[in-house]
């Protein structure tokens, strides 16, 4: 079978809710970083060869809940893996704001919550650089949906000639105030 598109959220459609998780539905099990890609192929968790093929505009990234399709065998819905993130909580708007700057401008991929709270992948640079700015986080083993590439960051294109330079500015670690 192949899903060219996504034909809505259980949860978002009112299928599910957060509590029941997947229950009963036939579910493709994919990693964050897998999210991103256009073109999957994967086994559900009844054992059935599913192709997925998104189309390249709009930019779409699957989401857990996300349905690939409605069938008189079931609905299968994809079901993102949790794996281990930093959590970074703030105190302040503009902490988050600078924190979210820092590691933007490193180009990592990270996730925002509504609670405000900035989940990044674990891994020894993104540790030091969070205790070097001193803010609080935690290891925790959670869903990690980062946002999508070019959601938010602009980007040239290198296809056309001009004339002007590409910076990309640091923060001043003396903006970040020390918390001990």
């Not at 909580?89 to 925002?112: D, M």
Request: charged share 25%.
């Amino acid at each position: 079978m192949i899903c060219n598109q996504i034909a809505g959220n259980v949860f978002e459609d009112g299928l599910a809710n957060e509590n029941e998780e997947l229950r009963g539905f036939e579910t493709v099990e994919v990693t964050w970083d897998e999210c991103a890609k256009r073109i999957l192929r994967k086994k559900t968790n009844r054992g059935r060869e599913i192709g997925i093929s998104l189309p390249m505009q709009p930019q779409t990234s699957l989401r857990h809940g996300d349905i690939l399709t409605r069938e008189e065998e079931g609905t299968v819905v994809i079901s993102l893996q949790p794996c281990d993130v930093f959590v970074v909580f703030s105190e302040t708007t503009k902490e988050l704001g600078l924190i979210a700057y820092e590691f933007g401008n490193r180009h990592l991929p990270l996730e925002v919550t509504d609670s405000g709270e900035i989940v990044l992948l674990i891994d020894d640079p993104t540790e030091v650089l969070l205790n070097k700015l001193h803010v609080h986080y935690e290891t925790q083993c959670r869903r990690f949906q980062p946002i999508p590439k070019g959601g938010g960051h602009h980007h040239h294109d290198h296809d056309h000639n001009h004339d002007h330079e590409h910076n990309h500015g640091h923060i001043d670690q003396n903006l970040m105030g020390s918390k001990q």
